[in-house]
């Protein structure tokens, strides 16, 4: 429902000076103290003390490493699936099926930021056993950064991998229609001296938080990103609030959409097909306002995660010697632009993290509003900003 | 070192009554024939009987799939790196390290097409005993069609993994380096009534094959598959053999460059780093006439496969019927363009399978000059053409 232009003028009167009075516009929160807020914030809604710490942890973990639409901004989001019992706050998480290697657990409806630590111990504890362990989740929720996820087994020596499937916004190759999720890859792989390689992508041509940054800052986008409710390309964020798609990565079919189409529907199938969750258009919507969709098919959203010790592959300390040189000779790749240096997987998420322990988390104007919101209906003072 | 136009003119009409005389210009083979005698061929050059008859079996589903680039197109390329003693052709293949559901093997500089099916065998009895197996393999050579490697595992209700590195030909994005293959992804997964879902996909914007058959028919390319020596953007495919690079899925920063690099990169590391053999720039040419570069980090070129046991996450036959479902759904995508439905991973090549199983596979002229030179070297007549 628009509001027409009128009662916009009037709300920007009101809301004005409150905002003036009592909202700071843009916050910047020392990480520990942000994350033990989200701690008791989640507590306060029925969460354990354990379970509250580990998610407060995936929220803030995206935060500094730079993602900031998988970070705190996400919070109301959780809190709006707690109130309405589509998150369960007190989740008895069970391992229903199980060999050596791997198994399935179902979720009870956790936040995926717990279901996934859950699966990520388990299957690392069946890598130490025999090698490697592969975790399928179903009847759980939003993931949270899957990256926090992977990189649970580098101080195991060991390779971390997950993926999940989410509320379908992406369009197949050749279709017109939302079926996938952005259904993110992440693999994250140790070294010796040099920093761990952590890969964290999306296998759409673009992140939802990149679009929703683009849509909040009046930004419009390179074509090929996303398409319009009736197929046509667009350059405006704002379209996919209208029922456009993104799009795969490859973008169009000269350019290989069919590969980002096939990441996803792997993403997918071993997320919601394996597990007994749900997959395709039938995985539940985030956004507490839109009903998951009549005669689903599984059991909330699926994950699934794994990890492979390197030792049952290789010596540890010849993989991460000969690991270091496989960075340090990427980071030589001749540079297209001098200015600009071939990277590393990780490494923007990585530097950014150094920065923003240091600095701080900064927040915009919307997400402060969440926060002061959520501050005052649960009687949680927000920290200071620095 | 190109020849003069009036060489090429007396090239052209020494060659012309030749090939009217000896040559038919194309051919269209039976593919068990052609299998049989692939297999031969492999024999003479010293294979054991079984090892020739996987090899030509790589080879004829490749063709068969429609992937002309990885069938015996590439089999005068084998004999020569055999002929070179870069093929070994009786390796004696070593499990040199291992734990239940991992392991690695020193392919002792077999061919990727006989390694790779005997790691995949391992890899599928590791799954049985444990639910999953993964094997990397060094010290191996051309892989050949990932496709065929991954579904080894559906008849064993398993989905197949397979991965290889190859000799570098693309550029990491930002950069303008030739540093990477175009390291295929394959992942096959069983279904029940439906066929099998196969994803065989080059991390690269575009695979060489295709390229190489734009080139053979002298078309231009779009923009966004590769680059110039210069870093500049090129619509030529022949560039590739001026120095040029091919790019990662993705194409550009802004559609995503750095996620193809990623997974490409993930593809490298697990079969060249975590194995022992070569990886990134330091890969072997496919191609005899180039060496390999001196003081290599590693041994022959990489590969990594698995399985997974479906049955060690879900039961077997609920499975199936869910990934029918999952089928059946994205085929009724809506589609962009009602002319082209969208497809699931695997449908062309299967179609593909199905047509030429009949019809038989069409050979273009320079592969079946490439055949009726191996056959009279080895003294082995081909099959003739239906």
Known sequence: MKKSPRQWRGLFFVSIPFAVVLLPLKMILNAKHLEQWVSSIFQHKGFSETDANTAANVLITADLRGIDS??????SGYLRLIDKGRINPKPNIKIIRETPSTGTID????????????????AIEKANNCGSGWIAIKNSNHFGIAAKHSMMALEHNMIGFSVTNASPLVTPALGAERMLGTNPICVAIPAGQEPAFVLDMATSAASNGKLEIA?????SIPEGLLIQKDGTTSTNPAELKNGGMVLTLGSDMDHGSYKGYGLSAVVDILSG???GANFGPWVPPFVSFLDPLPNLPGLGIGH?????????FREIDEFKSTMDLWIQRFRQTQPLNAEHPVKIPGDYEREETERRKINGIPLVEKVVEDLVNISKECNIPLPNSL
Chains 1, 2 share one sequence.
């Open 304 to 312: 699934f995660v794994g990890a492979w010790r390197i030792d049952g």
């Open 215 to 219: 849509e909040r800052t009046n930004k």
């Open 70 to 75: 998988h970070g705190v901004a996400r919070l």
């Open 273 to 275: 097909v394996l597990s």
């Open 107 to 122: 979720a009870d409806a956790a936040v995926g930021l717990v279901s996934a630590e859950y699966a990520m111990k388990l």
